[in-house]
């Protein structure tokens, strides 16, 4: 059977060379993620650092920690899901070989070794490639996270000998795992398949299909479903999960539906689609529905998850900035090096002025015998001031009492700790530790502050305040900007809410770079493949299409238009599967903070969309003109 | 052993239908047939007479709907797959008119292949022997697109021959060959039949081919309407004549 299986690796190798690469930058992705954070977890504090920057470090690397746990968990649903695909298809294009075997005498274990032997294979040649192409990719990958600042400068991720055994492993898992049902439905093939002039695949929604697709469809509704109507203390960072929620589990459903979906779409674009070259290309799509479903899987994953993971960070950040505009009720923002409320309230024509400023602090907890620190980022402001400037009003208790060593807190902030006004704290700040009070629990809310703090904890050395300045009736705004000018610098509150905002989007873009970054490339690489090795079975319906009395080109063409075909509607569940992430952000921030806001990267998917076609339509262009090289009769003629 | 044994294969009352009641069609309708052990059985009909479907259920490829079939002295009509595999490893060759060799696989590979599947070591012996008896000892480490149409699917019978099974079945062997290549397998079949004894059933559209056989059946509209023994190319294709007019 290994003889058998490394036959078929020599012989079918371009084939194989496709299921390789997507095991090997599958391996080298998750490993580099791996390295990264392993390196983040162990971080070390050099000690002697003063505990703010002893703080802001270890906030850093555990940013960095949160960041890449995500990264890693998409690389390896990404690994694990093209794999599968590609490995499920070149199963699905061997049917007649397989068949013949079965003639000749194997049992269906016999078919199942094979195919896992060939697993195994390609599982060990793509990770030990992997592994060395994890090398630059984890240095680059550090690179990445420091440049972006999601990680302190000298951060670095160190080769680690226990990653090639992890890497190993992982490997030939995935690559296992995902010939695992391919190799189980190869099994159930029938001998007599082998017979037939066309074996092309019979059954295609087999059962576990049929279950995969279900359950994960229905898992996803019920999720999102759920996901808003769930319990109401749920903390706002935890909305930004919805993509891995709602559309990981929709991505792997419409997968496994996808050939049921292909003929459904390929009728809906016959009304766009005319002519004998447009009937024919949507011929061809409904007739191979699995070839179809395999070239849409990956470009439905790379749509959803830019589409998911970036609208729903988008609609946070548009819930926040609309957060802003309903709450700070002023006029202008000034930036300025010290507390300068004196100054500004001195000016003719200002009604209101609150400071604040940003502290840094830890939180005790202390449970089952085991203690622990909890860093929080907190706003110091004067609680009249503050309340003059923004439309805030507290949940319980009264900010009124936000004097001596006191809190406001925001259940937002962590849905864990239920806390009641009156409950006291055990604080760390600026090197000393004390209990504070709760004084007031601030309404669920979006853009912070989470913690607002007593001007009584205000750490010495605060150099960087903001003032929002709310003017009089009939104030002169000009000479009232003029004035503030000499104080610092002077922004008007909606120009200083646009900038934090153009801020939030920079972060999310970042973020996305980081997050899916590397994990798209490899999908599209994935997309090329996928393209490819459906190309490399079709010389001979090429052949037979021009023996018909298609001209070549019309045959190039026809596979361009069938790619086409094949791009729109990855695109379309894509976006269905991130429509159902942003959505149940949307309405998850509605009912926690009462807005309505909804935000889409139209410029980023539409080049997405356009990147897509352009590359899928490419290939296939490639493929086809090298496919239809040889004259059509020689291919025809030829058996085998 | 002086009683003749037991047919290889016999096909009791066989009918086989496909679809359901609207759309039923009957491939094949009380089929009484059996195939004495080394004699050579083509069976011949029209288009939709039933000709695969009559070699598919007697090779357990397909399930019968009444009626029973027996290989080698088994029943296989209500057969397990485990059941059927192990038959197919040691009773049952198979030939096809697109020859199904393993692209992958030298000539001699391929003979090997369902010897190895059934787990036993091959004997290099047995296969050169085999392969020489198809007149291609000097072509074993060949692989199938190195090798013409006649010689790859003289490779295929070598590889059915090799587990020396109770029978051959053969679907159109000489459908897309030309007519020398087909001649010589023709040759080649027939002496597998007298020199081995091997029992062959071979399903064609080709008088030349069916009047190599020992006895042609003619089947229409999945019934056997008639047979001919050692009949002349020219019988069998007025026969045949008769049948689709």
Redesign the interface.
């Known amino acids: 059977?290994l003889?058998?299986a490394w036959?078929?690796f020599?012989?079918?190798w371009q084939v194989f060379a496709g299921a390789i690469l997507t095991v090997c930058l599958g391996v080298a992705l998750v490993q580099s993620s791996l390295l990264a954070l392993v390196a983040a977890a162990t971080a070390p504090i050099p000690a002697g650092l003063a505990p703010e920057a002893a703080l802001a470090l270890q906030g850093a690397y555990d940013g960095a920690l949160t960041l890449l746990s995500m990264v890693l968990a998409l690389a390896a649903f990404v690994a694990v899901f093209i794999v599968a695909s590609t490995f499920g298809f070149t199963v699905a294009q061997r049917r007649r070989?397989l068949a013949?075997?079965?003639?000749?005498?194997?049992?269906?274990g016999?078919v199942r070794s094979l195919l896992t032997g060939e697993a195994v294979l390609l599982g060990l040649a793509g990770s030990v490639l992997g592994i060395a192409l994890g090398l630059p990719l984890a240095r680059f990958q550090t690179w990445l996270l420091v440049r972006l600042d999601f990680a302190p400068a000298g951060f670095a991720a160190p080769w680690r000998p226990w990653v090639v055994a992890v890497s190993l492993g992982t490997g030939v898992l995935i690559a296992v795992l995902g010939v695992l049902a391919a190799s189980r439905r190869a099994a159930a093939i029938?001998?007599?398949e082998?017979?037939r002039?066309d074996a092309g695949a019979a059954q295609v929604m087999t059962v576990s299909r049929w279950v995969l697709g279900l359950v994960f469809t229905a898992g996803a509704v019920v999720l999102f479903v759920l996901f808003p109507a769930g319990d109401a203390a749920m903390p706002v960072w935890f909305v930004q999960l919805t993509p891995f929620l709602v559309t990981v589990p929709l991505v792997v459903g419409f997968a496994a539906l996808a050939p049921l979906i292909v003929p459904l779409a390929a009728g809906l674009l016959g009304l766009v689609c005319r002519g004998a070259l447009g009937e024919l290309a949507l011929a061809n799509l409904r007739s191979d529905a699995r070839r179809s479903a395999a070239t849409a899987a990956p470009v439905m994953v790379l749509f959803a998850f830019t589409a998911g993971i970036g609208g729903t960070l988008a609609t946070v950040g548009e819930a926040g900035r609309q957060e802003l505009h309903a709450t700070v009720d002023g006029d202008f923002a000034v930036a300025a090096d010290r507390d300068a409320t004196a100054a500004i309230a001195g000016i003719d024509g200002v009604a209101a002025v609150s400071a604040e400023t940003e502290a840094m602090f830890e939180l005790a907890f202390a449970e089952a015998g085991a203690s622990w620190y909890v860093a929080g980022l907190g706003t110091v402001v004067d609680p009249d001031a503050y309340v003059a400037t923004h439309d805030i009003a507290p949940v319980a208790g009264d900010l009124a009492d936000l004097s001596g060593a006191s809190v406001a807190v925001s259940p937002s902030e962590d849905y864990e700790r239920d806390w009641r006004v009156g409950d006291t704290l055990r604080m760390r700040l600026g090197g000393e530790e004390f209990d504070v009070r709760v004084a007031a629990l601030l309404p669920p809310t979006v853009a912070g502050p989470h913690y607002l703090l007593s001007p009584d904890l205000l750490p010495e050395g605060a150099a960087s305040w903001n003032h929002v300045v709310r003017l009089a009736d009939g104030a002169d705004r000009d000479a009232v900007a003029a004035s503030l000018n000499e104080i610092g610098t002077v922004s008007t509150v909606d120009g200083w809410i646009a900038a934090s905002a153009a801020a939030d989007e920079r972060l999310t873009r970042d973020i996305m770079i980081v997050l899916l970054g590397m994990t798209m490339l490899y999908t599209a690489i994935a997309i090329v493949n996928a393209v490819v090795i459906a190309a490399s079975n079709r010389r001979r319906e090429f052949a037979a299409a021009r023996v018909t009395g298609l001209g070549r080109g019309q045959v190039v063409w026809l596979a361009f238009l069938e790619s086409q075909a094949v791009v729109a509607i990855g695109l379309v569940l894509g976006a269905l599967a991130a429509a159902g992430s942003v959505l149940g952000a949307a309405v998850a921030l509605r009912h926690l903070v009462g807005i309505t806001a909804v935000s889409v990267q139209w410029s980023l998917l539409v080049g997405l969309a356009v990147g897509a076609a352009v590359i899928v339509g490419a290939t296939s262009l490639v493929t086809a003109l090298s496919a239809t090289r040889t004259p059509p009769i020689r291919l025809v003629a030829s058996?085998? | 052993m002086n009683e003749s044994p037991p047919a290889p294969v016999e096909l009791a009352g066989v009918t086989r239908v496909y679809g359901s009641r609207g759309t039923a069609v009957r491939a094949l309708d009380d089929v009484h047939i059996a195939f004495p052990a080394g004699s050579w059985t083509a069976v011949m009909g029209p288009s939709g007479s039933g000709k695969?479907t009559l070699l598919?259920c007697a090779a357990g490829?397909?399930r019968v709907t009444s009626g029973s079939v027996r290989i080698a002295g088994n029943d296989i009509t209500g057969a397990s797959?485990?059941e059927l595999?192990r038959l197919?490893?040691t009773e049952i060759g198979?030939a096809?008119q697109?020859?199904?060799?393993?692209?992958?696989?030298t000539a001699e590979?391929n003979v090997a292949?369902?010897l190895?599947?059934?787990g036993r070591r091959p004997e290099r012996a047995d296969v050169h022997e085999v392969l020489a008896a198809v007149g291609l000892a000097d072509r074993r480490r060949h692989r199938?697109?190195e090798l013409s149409?006649g010689q790859?699917q003289r490779v295929a019978i070598a590889?059915a021959m090799v587990?020396r099974p109770a029978v051959l079945f053969a679907?159109e062997p000489t459908g897309?060959l030309d007519t020398k290549a087909a001649r010589d397998v023709l040759h080649l079949m027939r002496r597998m039949v007298d020199e081995r004894g091997q029992t062959t059933i071979m399903v064609t559209h080709d008088p030349a081919a069916a009047a190599s056989a020992d006895r042609v059946v003619f089947l229409r509209d999945g019934r056997i309407t008639d047979r001919l023994d050692r009949p002349s190319t020219r019988e069998v294709a007025a026969r045949l004549a008769d049948l689709e007019a």
Do not use: C, K, V, Y
């Open positions: 059977m003889l058998l036959n078929t020599r012989e079918r070989e013949l075997l079965r003639l000749t005498g194997a049992s269906r016999q029938r001998p007599q082998a017979l002039e058996r085998e | 695969s598919h490829l397909e797959d485990a595999t197919r490893r198979f096809f697109t020859f199904n060799l393993i692209g992958s696989l590979q292949m369902p190895r599947l059934a199938p697109r149409g790859q590889r587990t679907d897309a």
